[in-house]
């Protein structure tokens, strides 16, 4: 099978990192898959979630293993399953549902405890609900812990058990300014810290169960964390620094507790994984304490659930494991097999037909902002002729009046009077005086020369002749730019085109 491993790196080691899987781990990981067989692609999600869903079409697994945290937010475990199921595309562990409700500590509580799970007292605490009064009669000792965190984030043996209300109060403000979401309060119970992990699917070292029907054979045997006598510390919690600075100070063992005490831890474990609906492999942790009756020799308490548990090597669960005679591979196949059989790939799983090829690479979308061409510029003839287009035939028939479009107006024609004065107005005015008649003669002793005399010096006076002086002044003033965009001569035609004579 092709199988995309998701994953969060951790890198730097800071306290936002916790949570996340170290290179080692996900050697470890990518090594057990590929040794059973299976073609394994890395895919780090830390980055943008467009370039997780690039290279899962890209790489078009059969399968995904998923180890992969989250970022931010109440919901960052459920983020990727959910994308996962929208893609269509198998993986290991529980849906986005589960997960969300695992990581929420107050919520798992109060859906454990109709069934019967015995948990200790807790309340939510919040800004909104401290000005109602959550802080109101608490029982001490109580322990702070971040409500939507895992990994012991934000626990610690110096202060996080708290003993009165001042000190109890100085806490809340100090974590409140870190996990804005809210702190869980809840009653400190003395005991050790005792995990029980679930692998479905992973069967006895005989291959047959040891008891009964009442636990399912995934539920292994519970660990106990021995944490050093030397540690300092009042109260025996495993805490943040024990869990990622100082492993070494910490030791798994199997549960010495009695078997009455080992199979209700078991017993409980099952019914957690059935009530939150958990998928192929969880851890659940539990403070067993001393009873306080004579019928019972222990307490067993439930902490919290966590359905996305770390897989590195030396964990609890394959130590657990080893008690069944299962390594570290065996684990990691018993996770896959889980997963194929829910999904209804183990015919996929244990054939041994050849993969669909890999895609070579990725398909590209190229986006980009075509270049205009600039005013005045000619366009570049194309290279292909195209089919000369038919020109449209005219219209014999006039255009009904509803339907003609009236011209701008700039465009619109001048009307027919304007159209006749301008027409008038150029034509050359030539003085009839001045020129005689054909056929006739300039002598003064033609009947007519007086006459023409006189018509001659009546049309120097009037200003219509084109040779009297008054023209010759009208003209110039026409040719003035002032007196062309003068207002008082704003009628008629533009001064351009208006006529060297009077208007």
Same mark, same amino acid.
């Given at each position: ?11 730097? %080691? ?203 054979? %995934? ?9 050093? @006598? ?43 994984? /059935? ?49 069944? %005679? ?89 009307? /027919? ?10 034509? @050359?005015?030539?003085?009839?005086? /001045?020129?005689? @008649? ?48 003068? @207002? ?16």
């Amino acid at each position: 099978m092709r199988i995309a491993l998701t994953h969060n790196l951790k890198i730097t %080691g800071s306290a936002d990192e916790a949570e996340f899987d170290s290179p080692e781990t996900i050697a470890a990981i990518a090594g057990a898959l590929e040794r059973a067989g299976h073609e394994v692609e890395r895919i780090e999600v830390s980055g943008p979630a467009s370039r997780v869903l690039a290279r899962l079409e890209a790489i078009q697994p059969d399968l995904i293993f998923n180890t992969a945290e989250g970022h931010k937010g109440k919901t960052r475990e459920a983020f990727y399953p959910s994308l996962f199921d929208e893609l269509g595309i198998p993986y290991t562990g529980s849906d986005a549902y589960a997960l969300n409700v695992a990581l929420d500590k107050s919520l798992t509580k109060r859906v454990l405890a109709s069934y019967g799970v015995t948990t200790p007292r807790a309340r939510l605490v919040n800004r909104t609900t401290l000005e109602s009064g959550a802080l109101d009669d608490v029982s001490f000792p109580v322990i702070v812990k971040p409500n939507f965190e895992g990994s012991s984030k934000g626990i610690f043996r110096e202060w996080s058990v708290c003993e009165d209300a001042y000190h109890l109060a100085e806490v809340v403000e100090r974590q409140l300014a870190r996990f804005e979401a809210g702190l869980l309060v809840e009653h400190y119970v003395a005991g050790i810290d005792v995990a029980c992990s679930f692998i479905d699917g992973l069967k006895e070292a005989s291959g047959a169960r040891t008891n009964g029907t009442a636990t399912p054979e %995934g539920v292994l045997a519970p660990i106990e964390f021995v944490i050093d @006598p030397q540690v300092p510390g009042s109260y025996n919690v495993y805490d943040f620094n024990l869990k990622h600075a100082k492993p070494e100070h910490v030791t798994r063992r199997p549960a010495q507790l009695p078997a009455q005490t080992i199979e209700r831890i078991r017993s409980l474990t099952a019914r957690i994984v /059935r009530a939150l609906d958990l998928k192929d492999h969880a851890r659940c942790e539990f403070r067993v304490t001393p009873s306080t009756s004579r019928n019972q020799g222990h307490d067993v308490h439930f902490l919290e659930v966590d359905g996305l548990p770390t897989l590195q090597p030396g964990a609890s669960v394959f130590v657990a494991a080893a008690q069944r %005679g299962v390594d570290f591979d065996g684990v990691i196949r018993a996770i896959v097999r889980s997963a194929c059989q829910r999904r209804g790939l183990l015919p996929l799983l244990e054939s041994n037909a050849p993969r669909r090829a890999k895609r070579s690479a990725l398909r590209v979308g190229f986006t980009y902002n075509m270049k205009r061409g600039e005013p005045g510029a000619s366009r570049p003839r194309p290279t292909a002729a195209r089919p000369a287009r038919r020109a449209p035939a005219r219209r014999t028939t006039p255009r009904p009046s509803s339907t003609r479009r009236a011209p701008s107006r700039r465009s619109r024609a001048p009307s /027919r009077a304007t159209a006749t004065r301008w027409s008038r107005s150029r034509r @050359p005015r030539t003085c009839r005086a /001045r020129s005689p @008649p054909p056929g006739s003669t300039s002598s003064s002793t033609s009947p007519r020369g007086s006459a023409a005399a006189a018509a001659r010096r009546r049309c120097r006076r009037s200003a219509s002749c084109s040779a009297s002086p008054t023209a010759a002044r009208t003209r110039r003033r026409s040719r003035s730019p002032s007196t062309r965009a003068s @207002p008082s001569r704003s009628c008629g035609p533009p001064a351009s085109r208006r006529p060297s004579g009077r208007w």
